[in-house]
């Protein structure tokens, strides 16, 4: 791994804190749930896939802190990754208790941020280890912290996965535009967008990159280029606004990106500015891809419009770096994302293939081959 | 005046520092065309109009400071704005000096910045004073000064005429997204875009005015949302990467911006980003509005492709606030401008008319009658 975007380690979360990249590059150590869901609404953990990790890590943290609680004589901590479940022995605890603890904790972490589907996903994949039958309490012990070591290894091979069926797609040659940060930083530690980048510069494609910058917070100019070039890879940064140019001087090919949730007909949820990419390869004739885990589709949403969109504080926009950036008394329009509606988009890279010109019917397809 | 945009007092061009705002409200007094010159270049003086007019201004600077250095006795100034051109009393120089001063002047002003018509425009008026005929240096140097203030008058009473075309196309209960800034700030003081939407506040309408941010150096947030808010009006700001969320909503009515440069056949250059409101306009059915002075138009020029296009610092993109915000070793594609194809534009409002639809045939009309 280059560098942990996110990852449990003796009873604690790890993450690189994102928020100050590419200045500095710091390790947080996280405790409590509590710091995990400020660290997820401040962004110094963010991109759907690895929201959905760091939720899954918050309800085994949450768990560890219960026994170190009950547990007489509790060792430094019980579940780690590199050790499997070595040290787990907790004794005395009830499997209601585990239940109730797994509950609350989900209800925090859900309420971080209400866009990415793999949030839930991930909380409702933990919670249903804990909440089926009356298993013995050690063992549910164990297997919630398989289950959350499992959902970090499984996104990491499905990234690679991603990055496979995307690469398909792309030649030798293409410029490529992506947008905010779907790289490692976003997920396990590959990347679906940049995935799909870093898979055809494997394969030896050569491939110019540019990145939009993304405001307000800059994930594209920070983190997009920071970790291309952390790989070796050159890249180019605009502001956000300058794409049209880069489009009318035939200097994109394709655009990829990837997405915070995905509705049974397509419509997909990413990052604001994302609709303005589409509309542009529309009008410009240029492939659209999406590239995400299954993870973050919500089949049961009837369209885009279902999706929630989470509208984050004026002071993103109204000032940076300490400096005002409006005058006071300014309002502020500050959504964290857009809908992207099927029909804008060539295809959608994912670990079980690619839908091309997604529609409810393909996505239900899917769907209905995963769950056999 | 609500604040000097530019003006010529005393023998010093004033501006307010358009790049400290709305920070710090700071008055310049520029003193040699070369502090003019970097002023122009740093968009300490910015917007087409406000450009033309400083260019005028610095002609009339250097003359100033050719004959205090030339002229015996000089007084502390020449030539001011209130007092006309009453303290001219030169003797002594050359007509010759004159043109030869001037032409200098011109070139040096000319590289300032290559997208703004208006700059050009603003030079050859003066220029082409100094330039014909044999006159007798003292009313030659009376008549330069004149040509500057009037340009400065003149331009002002175009804008309100811009506004009283331009408001004609609003109604009450309209939704305007604006970009960059067109406004006071931009002009002679009262604005072209923002002309439009003053023009219509001040006949009563009641209007929701959207201001994009316009990255890299936010003259949307900062200088467009600052004068609305000194004329006591209310402005949303938002970053250039939500409008198309705005359009989704319903939230936009009409889309106003000012320009650099419109060429022969009503392709328009302004600043980054205006292409793509463009296209969101025709995407969702809504109108997009131009507001510039006939001294935007370059009728000279066969298209939009001839406008050359002002490459900016990567350092405008790297860093904000003294805090870098990509890392080391990206490139940076940072063009100042971009130009929406004429056929994409609902009218064009001048001091002239209203120019609907706007195509080679009517603005040759427009010159033709101009040239009469």
């Known amino acids: 791994m280059i560098f942990p975007t996110v990852d449990y380690h003796r009873g604690r979360i790890k993450i690189i804190d994102q928020t100050i990249l590419p200045m500095e590059e710091r390790i947080l150590e996280l ?4 710091e995990l869901a400020e660290a997820i609404r401040t962004l110094k953990v963010r991109g759907a896939p690895a929201i959905g990790i760091a939720a899954a890590y918050g309800m085994l943290l949450s768990l560890e802190n ?93 990234e690679y996965a991603i990055g496979e069926n995307g690469s398909r797609y792309i ?5 490529i535009l992506t947008y905010c940060n779907a790289g490692g930083l976003a997920t396990a530690g590959y990347g679906t967008a940049l995935g799909v980048v870093y898979c055809a ?3 030896g494609k050569e491939l110019r990159i540019y990145a939009c910058e993304t405001r307000p917070l800059l994930q594209g ?11 070796g890879l050159d890249v180019t940064v605009l502001c956000d606004n300058a794409a049209a140019s880069l489009f009318v001087g035939g200097l994109v090919d394709a655009v990829i990106v990837g997405a915070d949730r995905i509705a049974g007909n397509g419509d997909t949820a990413n990052k604001i500015g994302t609709l303005i990419l589409a509309i542009l390869c529309e009008k410009y004739g240029k492939p659209f891809y999406v590239a995400a885990p ?15 969109i989470e509208e984050r504080s004026a ?19 500050n959504p964290a994302f857009d809908v992207t509606p099927a029909r804008l988009i060539t295809a959608i890279f994912t670990e079980r293939g690619t839908i091309e010109r997604p529609d409810r019917v393909k996505i239900q397809e899917l769907a209905d081959k995963l769950s056999r």
Chains 1, 2 share one sequence.
């Not at 030649?171 to 410029?175: D, E």
């Not at 100019?221 to 790989?231: H, N, Q, S, V």
Request: charged share 30%.
């Open 31 to 34: 405790r409590t749930v509590d």
């Open 66 to 158: 219960l026994l170190r609680r009950e547990v007489a004589e509790a060792p430094e901590y019980f579940f780690d990754r590199e050790e499997g479940t070595s040290h787990f022995r907790g004794n005395g605890i009830k499997t209601g208790d585990i239940r109730e603890r797994l509950n609350g904790t989900k209800k925090i972490l859900a309420q971080t941020r209400p866009t990415a589907a793999n949030l839930f996903w991930a909380l409702d994949r933990i919670y249903s280890v804990a909440s089926i039958g009356e298993p013995e309490p050690n063992s549910l012990c164990k297997r919630i912290a398989e289950e959350a070591f499992r959902i970090h290894t499984e996104e990491l091979e499905v």
């Open 171 to 175: 030649r030798s040659g293409m410029s």
């Open 201 to 203: 510069c494997e394969e």
């Open 221 to 231: 100019a920070r983190l997009t280029a920071w970790e291309l070039r952390k790989r």
């Open 294 to 308: 299954w993870s973050t589709f919500d089949v049961g949403l009837e369209s885009g419009k279902d999706i929630p």
């Open 315 to 333: 002071g993103e926009v109204t000032s940076f770096a300490g400096r005002a950036t409006t005058p006071s008394g300014a309002t502020v329009y």
